[in-house]
């Protein structure tokens, strides 16, 4: 069963960084491009980032670009997601997924997306 399990989240302040990490098991990593999403309380989930099995093409949502840096190391089967100069607005449950063969990730539609990990928390304090 595959399963793709969060880490790194945490309590930060504004301006602060952290790293997230998404480990995957019973999943050839390096056959799938991967994609970071999120949800706030009573928001709905958004992507964030979407990387390619290779690693050479990614994509970010318009309100991350140039703070958020995915990337990937197939050899440990994990996905990562540097998050620099937070802001309290990027307070949310983060959460990777796999995106479905065949499917294109640059629109970040979670509908193309066929695992998924529970989340960790990352909570910007202002």
């Known amino acids: 069963q595959v399963q793709l399990v969060e880490s790194g989240g945490g309590l930060v302040q504004a301006g602060g960084s952290l790293r997230l990490s998404c480990t995957a098991s019973?999943?050839?990593?390096?056959?799938?491009?991967m994609g970071w999403f999120r949800q706030a309380p009573g928001k709905e989930r958004e992507g964030v980032s979407c990387?390619?099995?290779?690693?050479?093409?990614?994509y970010y949502a318009g309100s991350v670009k140039g703070r958020f840096t995915i990337s990937r190391d197939n050899s440990k089967n994990t996905l990562y997601l540097q998050m620099n100069s937070l802001k309290p607005e990027d307070t949310a449950m983060y959460s990777c997924?796999?995106?479905?063969?065949?499917?294109?990730?640059?629109?970040?539609?979670?509908?193309?997306?066929?695992?998924w990990g529970q989340g960790t928390q990352v909570t910007v304090s202002s």
């Open positions: 990387m390619y099995m290779s690693g050479t093409s990614t």
């Open positions: 019973a999943l050839t990593f390096n056959y799938y491009a």
């Open positions: 997924a796999a995106l479905a063969p065949g499917r294109a990730c640059w629109s970040l539609r979670s509908q193309v997306f066929i695992h």
